[in-house]
């Protein structure tokens, strides 16, 4: 069965970082692009990055750039989004999700397979 498992989240200071983790078992994934999205409480899901399978091109939403950085380790399968200079706005659920829709500059949407999240709050 395919499975996502995020893991990394917790509680931080602004201007702190965090790196979350998005195992996966049953599936390769250098095999499909990778999406993180994250979903504020009464807000809509909202593309934070992805990789590109086709060329490992990364993306990432304005919100974002210059902060996080997404990255893939083959030999553990598990792709990471590095998150520096956190601000409280970047607090939210945050999910990775395989094979986005869309993956690049215009938008990040999408995916077949989801896991079940990690929260992440930033706060004094």
């Known amino acids: 069965q395919v499975q996502l498992v995020e893991s990394g989240g917790g509680l931080v200071q602004p201007g702190g970082s965090l790196r979350l983790s998005c195992a996966a078992s049953?599936?390769?994934?250098?095999?499909?692009?990778i999406g993180w999205f994250r979903q504020a409480p009464g807000k809509a899901r909202e593309g934070v990055s992805c990789i590109d399978i086709t060329d490992g091109s990364t993306y990432y939403v304005d919100s974002v750039k210059g902060r996080f950085t997404i990255s893939r380790d083959t030999h553990e399968n598990t792709v990471y989004l590095q998150m520096n200079s956190l601000k409280p706005e970047d607090t939210a659920v945050y999910y990775c999700?395989?094979?986005?829709?869309?993956?690049?500059?215009?938008?990040?949407?999408?995916?077949?397979?989801w896991g079940q999240g990690t929260q992440v709050t930033v706060s004094s």
């Open positions: 999700a395989r094979d986005p829709a869309l993956c690049g500059d215009v938008a990040i949407a999408g995916g077949d397979s």
């Open positions: 049953e599936f390769t994934l250098d095999d499909y692009s």
